[in-house]
């Protein structure tokens, strides 16, 4: 019988492999992004709970994730303007006031940047033509309802 631990970390390794043997390597768009969502709710509970250790460490993984959305993908076929310019015009403000409200401790500044943020997010794929992708904050225990999948606005 094969443990479940084994059938669990089985993708982890194989995506470590693949890594790890080819130097050319480009994770896509789709996966960077789905990366930036699951953060991004990460976020905004590390916030609500006042784990501000935990909320700057995902605002350093946020950035980290945009810094590689404009070193994989600087320009993206649907997208009328380069991302290379986009995310960092949109998303440097909103990423330095989290910063700010999470060095401060501030809850409320947090949730004001929190929604500057995920105005920031939608604002850029508005422009990118990916409109109908809308990110909200979380509403329940699920990592996934930061997003609207009922449509765009």
Same mark, same amino acid.
């Given at each position: 019988m094969i443990h479940r631990a084994l059938l669990v970390s089985a993708p982890v390794v194989i995506a470590?492999?693949?890594i790890g043997c080819s130097a050319?390597?480009?994770p896509g768009l789709g996966e960077l992004m789905n990366f930036t969502q699951i953060r991004h709710a990460k976020l905004w509970f590390a916030g609500q709970e006042q784990n501000w250790q935990l909320a700057q460490y995902?605002?350093?993984e946020l950035q980290e994730g945009f810094d590689d959305? *404009?070193?994989f993908h600087p320009s993206h076929k649907?997208?009328?303007l380069p991302l290379s310019l986009l995310v960092p015009k949109i998303m440097t403000q909103p990423l330095g006031d989290l910063r700010s409200a999470i060095r401060a401790h501030d809850k409320?500044?947090?949730v004001a940047a929190y929604d500057e943020l995920t105005a920031g997010c939608n604002s850029c794929h508005q422009a990118a033509n990916f409109?109908?992708? *809308?990110v909200k904050r979380p509403s329940g225990a699920s990592w996934f309802t930061n997003?609207?999948?009922t449509g765009g606005p």
């Open positions: 470590l492999t693949v050319s390597y480009r995902e605002v350093d959305v *404009v070193r649907d997208s009328p409320q500044a947090f409109g109908f992708n *809308v997003q609207e999948f």
